[in-house]
């Protein structure tokens, strides 16, 4: 008798072990979709998947071997998607995608260990994503973009270890694109292309320490009133920034302040007719190079202490004015 117990007992425990190798998948069609996962622990694994008006999504897994992927997809111009997927320790891996939304936002919070993400918006208006890997963090990667869209705004939040960011907006009408990035081998770099007459961009990126590198690039296909600006904030370290921008508004800042290995470089080019550069770097090897060649020119670099090797500034054609300071 206590030998039966004993094994149903421990059929009983293999059974609960087993169940929490977790899986989900859900799929739904028509009208007033809400799907929801919550998932504990173990190899947890969810996919949603839905099409059809009012939308709404939301997997939390908390521990292990975390996977999630959502896809909504409408052709509704006043539909309203809304993915959220929470994960907070281990493997890490969400995948969300929205396709034709009146309006649509992705959230991604991954907190520890292997994080990526990757989240795309296509063909909506008034798109928002938000990936933010914080707290434990680790291995972060993070990538987003938005195409043929108007109203777009997005923005990565890494902080600590791996990080690298890539985000992107293409064929955009008003478009906002951060990055902000706190500590250790931080990448980042944005992309961004204006649509049609009147658009408006803004990049901005934020690294605070460590392997820094930052490439923003922004060009306005459209003709007149395009309002490009760009901005990159670096803190310390290995630190290099480097900008493009071809369009009409232009206006580009680099400032690293804090020291170390410091590098910039602007261009903007001659379609950029409101051209505007400044580039500010407060310690140790610093080195410029700014190119200007069309319109309004201007151009300010200053660069206080430590190497100041060399700084380089080219300008073309029409309202040029230049300013260089080095001190030491």
Not at 185 to 201: C, K, M
Not at 291 to 317: D, E, I, P
């Amino acid at each position: 008798m206590k030998k039966l117990f004993l094994c149903a007992l421990a059929l009983t425990i293999g059974a609960i072990g087993f169940a929490q190798n977790n899986t989900s998948t859900v799929s739904q069609n028509g009208t007033n979709l809400t799907s929801d996962v919550i998932q504990d622990g173990s190899t947890n694994n969810a996919s949603q998947n839905q099409e059809g008006y009012w939308h709404n999504a939301y997997v939390k897994q908390v521990g292990n071997n975390n996977k999630a992927v959502q896809n909504q997809s409408d052709n509704h111009p006043t539909t309203q998607g809304m993915a959220t997927i929470l994960q907070v320790g281990n493997g890490n891996d969400a995948n969300q995608y929205q396709k034709n939304f009146g309006q649509s936002t992705l959230d991604a919070t991954q907190r520890g260990n292997g994080n990526k993400s990757v989240q795309i918006q296509k063909n909506g208006h008034g798109n928002t994503g938000i990936v933010y890997q914080g707290n434990g963090a680790n291995n972060n990667n993070a990538r987003q973009e938005q195409v043929s869209s108007t109203n777009n705004f997005m923005k990565a939040i890494q902080s600590g270890n791996g990080n690298k960011s890539d985000q992107k907006q293409d064929g955009s009408l008003h478009g906002i694109a951060n990055v902000n990035q706190s500590g250790n081998n931080n990448e980042a770099y944005q992309d961004q292309t204006g649509g049609a007459w009147n658009s408006v961009g803004e990049l901005l990126i934020k690294q605070s320490g460590n392997g820094n590198l930052a490439i923003q690039d922004q060009s306005s296909l459209g003709v007149g009133n395009n309002g490009n600006y760009a901005s990159i904030d670096q803190k310390g370290n290995g630190d290099e920034a480097r900008q493009y921008q071809y369009g009409d508004g232009g206006n580009a800042i680099i400032l690293q302040k804090g020291g170390n290995g410091n590098y910039g470089y602007q261009r903007q080019d001659a379609a950029s007719t409101l051209a505007d550069a400044k580039l500010t770097q407060n310690g140790t090897n610093n080195w410029s190079q700014q190119w200007q060649y069309g319109s309004n020119n201007m151009s300010n670099v200053n660069q206080t202490g430590n190497g100041m090797w060399s700084s380089k500034v080219t300008q073309h054609g029409a309202g040029n004015t230049n300013t260089v300071t080095q001190t030491n």
